[in-house]
């Protein structure tokens, strides 16, 4: 595949998204067509280290709110790191005020970022909105966008680049999204439980397949037995 041709795939990927998106939001016309103009400026590619690079700086300049949609994937290798400057960030925006929320798809292995991401402070909810399994992106104060995109489609398809669109119409179309998934959703803690009931897993052997202070799980089911 030459590079002329991978360009072309990933600007088709982008309008293809931007178009779906203003479908799923009825704008105004201006509201639209400025969208166009800002995302056609975002010409600059981020490969996967700058995509991560770019979230977690964008993320600490927020001053009221960041919205997540991640898949939520165990990280290994060089995302250890990176997963851990993304929980780094998230406490310190916590402990300013500033409120962090994330979706992740509905899936046992993705409780271990959301323990880790809870844990610093943010809420985390799991959906099984079919559209959070291909999305990524995180909205900060509805003016800044970061967009994650994967090789191919697929929940368990890794973010491979990414853009970074400073648009508020775009930030108020995918705020308007995160908040309209929320109405299918469940809490961190609150999965935890279901899982618990539903398998029947001790928090022992919960922590060990899915990583996570078996003590936090022993918490979260003590408060179970307690409803």
Do not use: N, W
């Not at 005020?97 to 798809?105: A, D, E, F, H, T």
């Not at 853009?163 to 469940?186: D, M, N, Q, W």
């Not at 001790?202 to 899915?210: D, I, V």
């Amino acid at each position: 595949m030459t590079i002329e041709t991978a360009l072309l795939i990933i600007e088709s990927i982008l309008l293809a998204l931007t178009v779906s998106l203003l479908l799923y939001s009825i704008r105004e016309g201006r509201d639209r067509k400025s969208l166009l103009l800002e995302i056609g400026r975002a010409t600059r590619i981020l490969t996967r280290e700058e995509y991560f690079l770019t979230v977690r700086d964008s993320m600490l300049d927020a001053k009221a709110e960041v919205l997540g949609c991640i898949t939520g994937r165990f990280p290994g290798g060089d995302d250890s790191r990176r997963t851990k400057d993304i929980v780094e960030s998230i406490e310190r925006l916590a402990s300013s005020g500033v409120k962090v929320k994330y979706l992740m798809p509905k899936f046992p292995d993705r409780l271990h970022v959301g323990h880790l991401y809870t844990r610093a402070g943010a809420e985390v909810r799991y959906t099984g909105c079919l559209i959070v399994h291909d999305i990524r992106y995180t909205v900060v104060d509805e003016k800044l966008v970061v967009i994650g995109i994967p090789e191919s489609t697929g929940e368990k398809e890794a973010t491979k680049k990414g853009y970074r669109i400073p648009s508020e119409a775009l930030a108020a179309i995918l705020r308007e999204h995160f908040y309209g998934c929320l109405e299918k959703t469940v809490g961190y803690e609150d999965y935890v439980k279901e899982l618990i009931k539903e398998t029947g897993a001790s928090t022992k052997l919960l922590a060990r397949e899915f990583r996570i202070d078996e003590k936090e799980l022993e918490r979260v089911a003590g408060q179970q037995s307690k409803t």
